[in-house]
C-alpha cells in the first residue's frame, strides 16, 4: 500500500531535550517537505527537499533541521525544542513540488 | 506571487443539504488546484485536483468543484451533505510558469471547517 508513516504518532517532551520524527515514502517520489499545523494558520510548511541530499528552507524553518540522505526518508529533528514548537506535524511526498503530495497521519508535539 | 483564500473558516449545513467550501487564489499562471480533507485526528486526503484539463472535476465521495478563470475561483460543492462529510477542508494551490514548470511550493489555504447537524 501507498503511504507516508511518521513516528510517533503523539510526543511529549521537555524544553532543550533533541527529538527526532521520522518520516518515511513507499511511492519513490522525488520531493518531500514537512509541515506544522496550527489552529487559524492552516499548513505552514519547514523545508522541503527536492532529492537525496537537496534541502531547502520553507516558511518556517527556524528551530528545525532535516536530512535526506535516502530517497525515502525525511526526518525532522529538533535540537532544542521550545514550547512553542508545540504542534501538530506533517510529513509529505509528491513526484514533484507542485504535484498531488501525499500525507502522513500527523505527529502530535508538546513542549513542556 | 501566488495565494489562496478561503472565505468561510466555518461552515455548518444540515445533512442532506447542499455543501459549499468558497477558495479564491491568485496566481500568475495556470494554476493547479487541489482540495483536501482532514478529518478529526487523521491526515490529508486528496479530495480532487485541478490541473488545466476540465474546469469541472469531479472528486471522491461525491465532491465536485469548478475551475473559474475570470472569477480565480476553485468552490468545492457537494450536492447533498452526509454526517461523514464534518471534517476541515484546505484548498491548495500551485503556480506553474508560461512553460509549465513549477513556480513554487504548494500554497495551503487556512483551512474551512464544515459541520453537518442531523
Known amino acids: 500500500e501507498a503511504q507516508v508513516t511518521q513516528n510517533p504518532r503523539y510526543l511529549i517532551t521537555v524544553t532543550g531535550k533533541k527529538l527526532t520524527v521520522t518520516c518515511s515514502q513507499n511511492?519513490?517520489?522525488?520531493?518531500m517537505s514537512w509541515y506544522r499545523q496550527d489552529p487559524g494558520l492552516g499548513l505552514r510548511q519547514i523545508y522541503y527537499s527536492m532529492n537525496v541530499e537537496v534541502t531547502d528552507k520553507g516558511d518556517v524553518p527556524e528551530g528545525y533541521k532535516v536530512s535526506r540522505k535516502e530517497k525515502r526518508n525525511f526526518p525532522l529533528i529538533l535540537e532544542s525544542p521550545s514550547p512553542n514548537q508545540t504542534s501538530l506535524y506533517f510529513c509529505?511526498?509528491?513526484?514533484?513540488?507542485?504535484?498531488?503530495?501525499?500525507f502522513g497521519q500527523g505527529t502530535r508535539l508538546t513542549v513542556v | 506571487a501566488q495565494s489562496v483564500t478561503q472565505l468561510d473558516s466555518h461552515v455548518s449545513v444540515s445533512e442532506g443539504t447542499p455543501v459549499l467550501l468558497r477558495c479564491n487564489y491568485s496566481?500568475?499562471?495556470?494554476?493547479?488546484l487541489f482540495w483536501y480533507v482532514q478529518h478529526p485526528n487523521k491526515g490529508l486526503q486528496l479530495l480532487l485536483k485541478?490541473?488545466?484539463?476540465?474546469?469541472l472535476v469531479k472528486g471522491i465521495n461525491g465532491f465536485e468543484a469548478e475551475f473559474k478563470k475570470s472569477e480565480t475561483s476553485f468552490h468545492l460543492t457537494k450536492p447533498s451533505a452526509h454526517m461523514s462529510d464534518a471534517a476541515e477542508y484546505f484548498c491548495v494551490v500551485s503556480a506553474t510558469d508560461y512553460y509549465g514548470g513549477s513556480q513554487g511550493n504548494l500554497i495551503f489555504g487556512k483551512g474551512t471547517k464544515l459541520s453537518v447537524k442531523p
Open positions: 509529505a511526498s509528491s513526484f514533484y513540488r507542485n504535484t498531488e503530495a501525499f
Open positions: 485541478y490541473t488545466s484539463a476540465a474546469t
Open positions: 511511492m519513490n517520489h522525488e520531493y
Open positions: 496566481s500568475s499562471y495556470s494554476p493547479s
